[in-house]
């Protein structure tokens, strides 16, 4: 066997030994993603060979959850893209004004900027207060994170620059109280906010969304796996709930591409057909 294919079968082991001992299945994952997180593992802790990652995983439970966190990407911003958030205020926002309770879900939301800045969005525009919104991803140390809303001095100048780019005309450090070096975000921006761990790969179902927001996440699947998730948020969402994706991520080569009608192609805005 050349050393090519036993180092490929060595991560399936790997992948195999994490899915069963701890139930995070990253099998289906994009595997050149998957080679470089192992890959920068071995070079911190200087482990050079696949097959003692995988028996340290089976042995050594901190060690299984870095690498959880090693493979589990949580970059993030407020207003990232900010394009993305101007195409939601024009052609989102007049889509929720029309419904009398709104339910948003972020799949895959990381340390929560992307759930604070559509909440920031919503109460601007008057439907926060009608709206729930459901803030979920697979890592417990980021939810954490995102539950506190805090942020430094350092990110919240980038993110007001972002929040200024994505049309916003308010004055951003109003949703923030400021305690020495950090923002902190208003409990008034919080309190719909609803945080949960959820697996996009092996959890179930959110009901009757009107609008889901899954950017950034998919692009780390393989083509089947992006297709099985596509089928759970495509059966979240109510006839003519909004799907939100990552300005890399698309519709296409799953079997969902002929399921929606395009809001905007370019910002990745789609909407389910009736
Ligand atoms: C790069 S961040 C994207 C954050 C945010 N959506 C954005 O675009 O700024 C990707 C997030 O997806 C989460 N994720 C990856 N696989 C997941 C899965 N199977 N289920 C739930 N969340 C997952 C990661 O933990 C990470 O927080």
Redesign the pocket.
């Known amino acids: 066997m050349r050393k090519e294919d036993s180092s490929e079968l060595e991560i399936s082991l790997l992948l195999e030994a994490f899915y069963h001992k701890y139930g995070y299945d990253f099998r289906q994952y994009s595997r050149a993603h998957i080679r470089r997180r192992i890959m920068s593992r071995m070079g911190l802790t200087g482990i050079s060979d696949v097959a003692l990652i995988q028996s340290k995983v089976l042995n050594d439970q901190t060690f299984a959850y870095e690498l959880l966190q090693d493979l589990?990407?949580?970059?993030?911003?407020m207003f990232?893209d900010q394009e993305f958030y101007k195409s939601v205020r024009k052609n989102v926002i007049p889509v929720l004004k029309t419904y009398p309770f709104i339910k948003i879900w972020?799949?895959?939301?990381?340390t929560g900027?992307?759930a604070y800045s559509v909440a920031i969005i919503l109460k601007e525009e008057g439907l926060y207060d009608r709206t729930t919104i459901y803030a979920?991803?697979?890592?417990q140390q980021?939810l954490d994170r995102a539950k506190e809303g805090i942020f430094s001095n350092a990110m919240m100048e980038e993110y007001a620059l972002n929040y200024q780019l994505s049309g916003g005309i308010a004055s951003f450090s109003d949703y923030f109280t400021f305690n020495y070096d950090r923002g902190i975000i208003n409990q008034s921006l919080k309190k719909n906010i609803v945080w949960a761990n959820?697996?996009?790969?092996t959890d179930s179902v959110f009901a009757e969304m009107n609008m889901i927001?899954?950017?950034?996440?998919l692009i780390?699947f393989d083509i089947n796996l992006q297709n099985k998730v596509q089928k759970l948020l495509y059966e979240s969402l109510i006839p003519g709930g909004i799907l939100g994706l990552?300005l890399k991520e698309s519709l296409r080569f799953t079997d969902y591409s002929e399921k929606y009608t395009e809001l905007d192609k370019k910002l990745r805005l789609f909407k389910k057909k009736y």
């Open positions: 589990s990407i949580t970059v993030t911003e990232r972020h799949a895959g939301c990381a900027q992307e979920t991803d697979f890592n980021a959820h697996n996009l790969v927001i899954c950017r950034n996440v780390y990552g």
